[in-house]
Antibody, heavy 119, light 106 residues
Framework: EIQLQESGPGLVKPSQSLSLTCSVTGYTITSGYDWSWIRKFPGNKMEWMGYISNSGSTNYNPSLKIRISITRDTSKNQFFLQLNSVTTEDTATYYC????????????WGQGVMVTVSS | DTVLTQSPALAVSPGERVSISCRASEGVNSYMHWYQQKPGQQPKLLIYKASNLASGVPARFSGSGSGTDFTLTIDPVEADDTATYFCQQSWNDPYTFGAGTKLELK
């Protein structure tokens, strides 16, 4: 079974960069899924941030396009999120998820990591 | 962006039938998906492409709709169904989620 696990710092200072790792087991990230980052804000709003495809191309939410980068390390079967110039409004729980190609729903999710942006 | 509108909360008794609605601000074909999230847990896929039951999901859950109006139905509701239910569309870029419907049991 596919399993995903997020890791990274739980506290980031404003204006700095947020960096998270998603480790995938049970499936090779160069195979048939794309791989997304999704966040859930306090108050329940959820936002799809972007994905890296199984071939390594990316698709980002335009609202984040100038601040976001999703990359991968195929040798470690991991993919990464970097979000630059964070503000307190980036405080959220961040999830990584497998994303079906073409239909683009999220069928396997990590447990999520809470990230607080605060000085 | 495509806005998905859900009613904020519903309360039902165990054994009843409940329908949770999701209305899109523009057409999404059948590319609407439903998730269940319990406190402290990650979202769980229930229904994909409007009406397809995800693997391992009880047949008490069903989905319907196309275009702009979609419904998730639970029949009968069980105590374990207490959760927040989100819809998500993937027809229009960027993919968007509804604000969630909190289901409480009486």
């Amino acid at each position: 079974e596919i399993q995903l696990q997020e890791s990274g710092p739980g506290l980031v200072k404003p204006s700095q960069s947020l960096s998270l790792t998603c480790s995938v087991t049970g499936y090779t990230i160069t195979s048939g899924y794309d791989w997304s980052w999704i966040r859930k804000f306090p108050g329940n709003k959820m936002e799809w941030m972007g994905y890296i495809s199984n071939s390594g191309s990316t698709n980002y939410n335009p609202s984040l396009k100038i601040r976001i980068s999703i990359t991968r390390d195929t040798s470690k079967n991991q993919f990464f999120l970097q979000l630059n110039s964070v503000t307190t409004e980036d405080t959220a729980t961040y999830y990584c998820a497998s994303t079906t190609v073409v239909t683009d729903y999220f069928d396997y999710w990590g447990q999520g990591v809470m990230v607080t942006v605060s000085s | 962006d495509t806005v998905l509108t859900q009613s904020p909360a519903l309360a039902v008794s165990p054994g009843e039938r409940v329908s949770i609605s999701c209305r899109a601000s523009e057409g999404v074909n059948s590319y609407m998906h439903w998730y269940q999230q319990k406190p402290g847990q990650q979202p769980k896929l229930l229904i994909y492409k409007a009406s397809n039951l995800a693997s391992g999901v009880p047949a008490r859950f069903s989905g319907s709709g196309s275009g702009t109006d979609f419904t998730l139905t639970i029949d009968p509701v069980e105590a374990d169904d207490t959760a927040t239910y989100f819809c998500q569309q993937s027809w229009n870029d960027p993919y968007t989620f509804g604000a969630g419907t909190k289901l409480e049991l009486k």
